[in-house]
């Protein structure tokens, strides 16, 4: 991804917006309905509505999924900050009124201070992942989107010749049936006279 190019439209906590959602539920219904279809028919009505029912309710699972795995980051390091600093705060106070030994509340500190500073950093990690993974499917959108322009121009392009081929296919049978037969075609000779009364 360049880097004045504008980053993949996420929320406020780096999920996939509504819209996003909704493009590749639009996507999945659309390749759902091209792998299903035959030759000679489309897809039959019932099953396109469960396929759509399907990938409809899947998308809103994952986004009520991520919604609450961000409340439990979220609350996890709100209360390890809570206790950090509570648990510093305390150990300081015994230390300040000669109550504990300077190692103790040091190795205590410390350890606490670490605790929150892991957990601040898994919190900065899951939002950087975030980011990178709304990037990918941005990138695997625009892929597919470039895909589907593609074969719908073939689709067109193939529709084109098919009738090319059958107007070709048309004229040289009537010809090869006028060689026969002989004379050319749309010829006056070749027209039936009609009895002039």
């Known amino acids: ?6 980053p993949p439209p996420t929320d406020e906590k780096g999920n996939p917006t509504v819209d996003e959602r909704a493009d590749f539920v639009l996507k999945r219904i659309e390749q ?19 396929m759509a029912r399907f990938e409809i309710s899947n998308a809103l699972l994952e986004a009520e999924n991520a919604h609450q795995e961000d409340d439990v980051v979220t609350k996890r390091l709100l209360f390890t900050m809570g206790s950090a600093l509570i648990t510093i705060g305390f150990w300081g106070v015994v230390f300040a009124f000669d109550k504990a030994d300077y190692l103790v509340t040091a190795l205590i500190s410390g350890i606490a201070g670490f605790w929150l500073m892991a957990v601040a950093t898994e919190w900065r990690f899951r939002k950087f992942w975030k ?23 073939m689709e067109r392009e193939l529709k084109k010749e098919e009738k090319d081929l059958k107007k070709k296919l048309k004229e040289e049978f009537e010809k090869a049936i006028n060689e026969k037969l002989g004379g050319d075609p749309g010829s006056p000779k ?8």
């Open 190 to 197: 070749d027209e039936i006279e009609e009895p002039h009364a």
């Open 32 to 50: 759902f309905i091209r792998d299903g279809r035959t030759i000679g028919e489309g897809m039959s009505l019932k099953r396109w509505q469960d």
């Open 1 to 6: 991804m360049l880097q004045d190019e504008p």
């Open 131 to 153: 980011a990178r993974k709304a990037r990918r499917r941005a990138q695997a959108l625009k892929r597919v989107e470039g895909l589907t322009r593609r074969i719908k121009k």
